[in-house]
Structures are given as structure tokens and as C-alpha cells.
């Protein structure tokens, strides 16, 4: 959506491969949430950046998954030996001010093969 | 657990017809509660707040109830173009920028 870029749209990977996905944000969003979505699957939860503050990270499914977030802008998220439950979109997320729910981006599909 | 419920659905409703979904959520916490709107293969999007007083948009009214921790969507006048999954969506911990808590989502069909 408008205001969050994610790249790439689409990914294939064989298994056991590391991936690093990108959300560029527009400017001036403190908070920032990754999320995926398995095929048929509710949006799943893995981790929120917050200003300066340690991120949440309570949603990673295994120590396999990272994320970070540089000059409280760009987020990149890291999977490591990519395994096929992984395959799935994967969303940024940005909020739209407090209790103004989010906006996503238009997400990276990820299929490990 | 931190959960929400929804009716997976299908909803196969014809033009014109009125519906309604259903949604429950476990954590009495919360305070921010949301629908939003998934076409097939594209990105959620924010269709409405949820306000404890109820609200509308449109062809759209949205209803909280705190005490049974229930949110409901209704839609009159349905179109071809609401066709989507319409996804429950709950903050997870009262705050304000919170990770919110989505519902697996009811799917609607409105056939001409």
C-alpha cells in the first residue's frame, strides 16, 4: 500500500538458503511490524520496531528468523536456512498513528522450493 | 492465549443482499478494534474503525460490545465488489501502538 515499499514482491529460494527481505517505510513512522501470512492462514505476528525502544520479538517463529531496523527507517528481514514451512507472503507493516490500526505493504511472497 | 474468532465462512449472499460477521476476541484488555478488508492474493486493508458506540461508513456499520467482547460488521446493499475476507482485527495489549491480533478472516462471495 502507500507508504510502505516491499521488496521483492516475489521470492524463490531453495531450501536451506538464507533470504532477506526489505520494507522501506515513508519517513516519520516510529513503529513498524512484520507479519506472515501461509497460504489459506491468518495474518501471523513475528516482530514490532518501536522508536529506539528494544524491538518485540516474541512473534519469531525460531532463532532461523531476524530483523532489523537501521536509522529508524528500513527493515530488513532475515531468514537463514530457509526451510518449505517458511514459504509464505511476508508483510511490513507501518502504523497509522495511535489506534489508527496499520498500513501494509503489498508484501513478499516467499517460496522455498 | 491472545485470541480472535471469526466464521470462516464462506458467505455466498446474493446482489443486494444484507450481512453480517461475527467476531469474538479473549483478551478483555483491549482497546483498539478494527475490520479490514483482503481481496485475494493483495495485502489487508483498513476498512473501519471500531468505536464503542457503534459507527458507519456507507453501506458499512460496525458494532463493539465490551461486556461479551464481541464485534460485529454488517453490510446492506451488497455489491459484486465486496467480495473479500473480511478480517477481525484486535490490539494485543490495550496499548496504542501495539501489535494487533488478526482474526483468520470470514470470506464473502456476492454473486449477481
Known amino acids: 500500500g502507500a507508504g510502505v515499499s516491499q521488496s521483492p514482491s516475489n521470492k524463490v529460494t531453495e531450501k536451506g538458503k538464507d533470504v532477506e527481505l526489505r520494507c522501506d517505510p515513508i519517513s516519520g513512522h516510529t513503529a513498524l511490524y512484520w507479519y506472515r501470512q501461509s497460504l489459506g492462514q491468518g495474518l501471523e505476528f513475528l516482530i514490532y520496531f518501536q522508536g529506539n525502544s528494544a524491538p518485540d520479538k516474541s512473534g519469531l517463529p525460531s532463532d532461523r528468523f531476524s530483523a532489523e531496523r537501521t536509522g529508524g527507517s528500513v527493515s530488513t528481514l532475515t531468514i537463514q536456512r530457509t526451510q518449505q514451512e517458511d514459504s509464505a507472503v511476508y508483510l511490513c507493516?507501518?502504523?497509522?498513528?495511535?489506534?489508527?490500526?496499520?498500513?501494509f505493504g503489498s508484501g513478499t511472497r516467499l517460496t522455498v522450493v | 492465549r491472545k485470541e480472535v474468532e471469526q466464521d470462516p465462512g464462506p458467505f455466498n449472499v446474493p446482489e443486494g443482499a444484507t450481512v453480517a460477521f461475527n467476531c469474538t476476541y479473549s483478551?478483555?484488555?483491549?482497546?483498539?478494534f478494527f475490520w479490514y478488508r483482503q481481496d485475494c492474493r493483495k495485502e489487508p486493508k483498513l476498512l473501519m474503525s471500531?468505536?464503542?458506540s457503534g459507527n458507519e461508513d456507507g453501506r458499512f456499520t460496525a458494532q463493539l460490545n465490551r461486556a461479551s467482547q464481541y464485534i460485529s460488521l454488517l453490510i446492506r446493499d451488497s455489491k459484486l465488489s465486496d467480495s473479500a475476507t473480511y478480517l477481525c482485527?484486535?490490539?494485543?495489549?490495550?496499548?496504542?501502538?501495539?501489535?494487533?491480533?488478526f482474526g483468520k478472516g470470514t470470506k464473502l462471495s456476492v454473486k449477481p
Open positions: 507493516a507501518i502504523a497509522n498513528g495511535n489506534y489508527y490500526g496499520y498500513t
Open positions: 482485527v484486535v490490539d494485543g495489549d490495550g496499548g496504542s501502538q501495539g501489535n494487533l491480533i
Open positions: 483478551n478483555s484488555a483491549s482497546q483498539s
Open positions: 471500531v468505536y464503542s
